[in-house]
């Protein structure tokens, strides 16, 4: 059984920046691919970011590209975000999730585990 358990959100201004961190448990991850999404109130949940464990190649959304950086620590099992020069339009509930093939697609339903979420609120 795979766990997921994200942290790092609060409560931020615009401009600043934020650090969230997805610890996996469960199994040996040595292949797959790690995503971020978000999810803001009467929005659908979108594709932030997302990194393959092995190898490390990225894929980003084209409204974070440049702002934020997805990262992972394979001995620690652990994927991080880093959000810089955040918007108030950044503002929601950030899920990390995992994927059992390497590939990284950018649909949600693509993802088998998700964790419990992390809110991320930033003020104008």
């Known amino acids: 059984q795979v766990q997921l358990v994200e942290s790092g959100g609060g409560l931020v201004q615009a401009g600043g920046s934020l650090r969230l961190s997805c610890a996996a448990s469960g199994r040996t991850f040595s292949s797959g691919g790690m995503g971020w999404f978000r999810q803001a109130p009467g929005k659908e949940r979108e594709f932030v970011a997302a990194?393959?464990?092995?190898?490390?190649?990225?894929n980003y959304a084209e409204s974070v590209k440049g702002r934020f950086t997805i990262s992972r620590d394979n001995a620690k099992n652990t994927v991080f975000l880093q959000m810089n020069s955040l918007k108030p339009e950044d503002t929601a509930v950030y899920y990390c999730a995992w994927r059992y093939d390497s590939g990284l697609p950018r649909e949600p339903y693509q993802y088998r585990y998700w964790g419990q979420g992390t809110q991320v609120t930033v003020s104008s």
């Open positions: 990194i393959r464990w092995s190898g490390g190649s990225t």
